[in-house]
């Protein structure tokens, strides 16, 4: 149980070109889900987290305007990275939480994105 | 600021050995902390959940320890296998519990030799 389904798994694409990444938990109602990124050899780095049907919270550095965060349901949030660049490029996760508290994160395989 | 700190090298043991792999933490003391397992290219899978009132957590073959004086945990593989092989990575919840948010360390590689 506690399936997250990400695609695309890898996405290849010229510099400015838009892309959405989307998370689906399959099984279970994600209450809130989580963004990250991670560059090789390096951990997981939370870029925002979401709860649906409310805005996305952002951390620290990270720019809302070119990672847009929709939560639109209980079971699907979309990542969309605007006019992306090279520095863009990364391995992106995305997770999802069944209920506040103590809870495990259940992340889907995570999304390749390389920008030419 | 909240660190987190796991063994920064890889760690190599024999096929049939426990693996013990660290988490030391600072600044902080979480309510509780996590471990998940992650393979090349794949998002991380949960392994086990420790409360800081628990000592100790058992799964199968992995054991997880929580020491809140020393703000350290430990995670045991016993009888380790080559499909053990993989990067474990410990989580603790962030400063006053912020909606649950995580933060992790940067892992330990793993692999186990046959």
């Known amino acids: 149980g506690a399936v997250v389904s990400q695609h695309p798994s890898w996405v290849i694409c010229k510099s400015g070109t838009s892309v959405k990444i989307e998370c689906r938990s399959l099984?279970?109602?994600?209450?809130?889900m989580f963004w990250y990124r991670q560059f090789p050899k390096q951990s997981l780095m939370l870029m925002a987290t979401?709860?649906?049907?409310?805005?996305?919270?952002?951390e620290q550095g990270v720019e809302k305007d070119k990672f847009l965060i929709n939560h639109a349901s209980l079971t699907l949030s979309t990542l969309t990275v605007t006019s992306a660049h090279p520095e863009d490029s990364s391995f992106y996760i995305c997770?999802?939480?069944?209920?506040?508290?103590?809870?495990?994160?259940?992340f889907g395989d995570g999304t390749r994105l390389s920008i030419l | 600021s909240q660190k987190i700190e796991q063994n920064s090298e890889a760690l190599n043991i024999q096929e049939g050995k426990t693996a013990t792999l660290t988490c030391n933490y600072t600044?902080?003391?979480?309510?509780?902390l996590q471990w998940y397992r992650q393979d090349p290219g794949r998002g991380p899978v949960f392994l086990l959940l420790?409360?800081?009132?628990?000592k100790e957590k058992r799964k199968e073959r992995l054991k997880v320890t929580f020491d809140t004086t020393l703000k350290q945990s430990l995670f045991h593989i016993t009888a380790s296998q080559p499909a053990d092989s993989a990067t474990y990575l410990c989580?603790?919840?962030?400063?006053?519990?912020?909606?649950?948010?995580?933060?992790f360390g940067q892992g330990t590689e793993l692999s186990v030799k046959p």
């Open positions: 099984d279970f109602q994600a209450t809130t």
């Open positions: 989580a603790l919840d962030s400063l006053g519990n912020q909606g649950g948010k995580l933060i």
């Open positions: 979401s709860n649906e049907g409310s805005k996305a919270t952002y």
């Open positions: 600044n902080y003391s979480p309510a509780y």
């Open positions: 997770s999802g939480r069944i209920a506040s508290g103590n809870q495990p994160q259940h």
């Open positions: 420790i409360r800081e009132n628990e």
